[in-house]
């Protein structure tokens, strides 16, 4: 049991470390800025609401810019012009959100 702890403990350091100075991950470094000890969705038991927050997370979100990365567009430009990234979509989709409770008639 001592060793497995000690290699645990050996893994988790390496982690932490590589997470700090690694060269990739630096849209997720600007939301989270350390290594956590549990993972944010350890709590959440929705598959699709972990899958979709993870993709936002990681900035691999289904954006023209992503689409433009991967070849599966043409262009990367917004509608007003600009570059679509999630950090330009985000601010413009919470200022167009109507906060008015969902209707059914």
Not at 14 to 24: P, Y
Not at 31 to 51: G, M, P
Not at 59 to 79: E, F, P, Q, V
Request: aromatic share 8%; with cysteine.
């Amino acid at each position: 049991m001592e060793t497995f702890n000690l290699l645990k403990k050996a893994m988790e350091n390496e982690f932490k470390k590589q997470f700090l100075t690694g060269t990739t991950g630096h849209f997720h470094k600007s939301l989270q800025q350390d290594a956590r000890e549990k993972a944010w969705c350890a709590n959440e038991t929705n598959r699709n609401f972990i899958r979709t927050m993870s993709g936002l997370r990681s900035n691999h979100g289904i954006c023209k810019s992503y689409l433009m990365k991967n070849k599966l567009a043409d262009s990367d430009s917004c509608l007003c012009g600009s570059e679509e990234t999630l950090e330009h979509l985000i601010p413009v989709l919470s200022t167009t959100i109507v906060d008015e409770p969902f209707s059914t008639n």
